[in-house]
T-cell receptor, first 110, second 118 residues
Framework: RKEVEQDPGPFNVPEGATVAFNCTYS??????FFWYRQDCRKEPKLLMS???SGNEDGRFTAQLNRASQYISLLIRDSKLSDSATYLC???????????FGAGTQVVVTP | DTEVTQTPKHLVMGMTNKKSLKCEQH?????MYWYKQKAKKPPELMFV???????INESVPSRFSPECPNSSLLNLHLHALQPEDSALYLC?????????????????FGPGTRLTVL
C-alpha cells in the first residue's frame, strides 16, 4: 500500500462549481500536511498547509481528519486558472521528508 | 521573496557528457533538496543538504553527484547519464529550524531543469 494515495482524476468541473477531493495517508504518526498545485511542465507551488483545525484561504478550504487518516481540499467557485494537478504532501520523519501523493488532476471547463 | 532559481532551464546532453545543474536561493534557508520528476509522476527525492552537509542520499546512482558550495547554492553534477535519466530536475529549499530540518518546514521549489539524455 502506498504511503499517500490520491484519486488521480481528472475531475472535470464546470466554471463556478465546487469540487472536493481527498488524500489518504497510511502512517498514523504523520506530522505535517500540505497541498501543492502543479501546472503542466511547471514546478510544484505551495497552495496551503493543512492544520488540525482546518483552514481556509479564499476559495480553498483544507481539512485534516486524523482519525480516518485523510486530508481534503475543497475549491469553491472554480476558475479556469484552477486547472492543475493538486499534490498532497505528508511528512512523517522527524526531519520532514516529503511523501507525495501521485496528484489529482482538476480540469475546469467554461 | 520565496524564489528559488535554477539554471539552465533546458539541457540536452549525450551519455558521455559532463554537465552541471545549478540552484540558488536567497531566503536564508539552510536545507536544500534535489528531486527528480518524470512525466505524470510526483517528485522523487534524491538528496538533502542540511547546513551545507549532505544528510540524505536516497540511493541515487553515483553518476549524479551533488555539491553544496555555500548556504545559498546547490549543484548537481552529471556524468555518464542514461536516457532513462531524462526528467525534470527540481531544486527546493526550506528554512530548517535549530540545527536540523523540521517536519513542519515548507519546501519551496525552483522552476526545474528539463534534462534530455540522448
Amino acid at each position: 500500500r502506498k504511503e499517500v494515495e490520491q484519486d488521480p482524476g481528472p475531475f472535470n468541473v464546470p466554471e463556478g462549481a465546487t469540487v472536493a477531493f481527498n488524500c489518504t495517508y497510511s502512517n498514523s504518526a504523520s506530522q505535517s500536511f500540505f497541498w501543492y498545485r502543479q501546472d503542466c511542465r511547471k514546478e510544484p507551488k505551495l497552495l496551503m498547509s493543512v492544520y488540525s483545525s482546518g483552514n481556509e484561504d479564499g476559495r480553498f478550504t483544507a481539512q485534516l481528519n486524523r482519525a480516518s487518516q485523510y486530508i481534503s481540499l475543497l475549491i469553491r467557485d472554480s476558475k479556469l486558472s484552477d486547472s492543475a494537478t493538486y499534490l498532497c504532501v505528508v511528512t512523517t520523519d522527524s526531519w520532514g521528508k516529503f511523501q507525495f501523493g501521485a496528484g489529482t488532476q482538476v480540469v475546469v471547463t467554461p | 521573496d520565496t524564489e528559488v532559481t535554477q539554471t539552465p532551464k533546458h539541457l540536452v546532453m549525450g551519455m558521455t557528457n559532463k554537465k552541471s545543474l545549478k540552484c540558488e536561493q536567497h531566503m536564508g534557508h539552510r536545507a536544500m533538496y534535489w528531486y527528480k520528476q518524470k512525466a505524470k509522476k510526483p517528485p522523487e527525492l534524491m538528496f538533502v543538504y542540511s547546513y551545507e552537509k549532505l544528510s540524505i542520499n536516497e540511493s541515487v546512482p553515483s553518476r549524479f553527484s551533488p555539491e553544496c558550495p555555500n548556504s545559498s547554492l546547490l549543484n548537481l553534477h552529471l556524468h555518464a547519464l542514461q536516457p532513462e535519466d531524462s526528467a525534470l530536475y527540481l531544486c527546493a529549499s526550506s528554512r530548517a529550524s535549530g540545527t536540523s530540518v523540521s517536519s513542519t518546514d515548507t519546501q519551496y521549489f525552483g522552476p526545474g531543469t528539463r534534462l534530455t539524455v540522448l
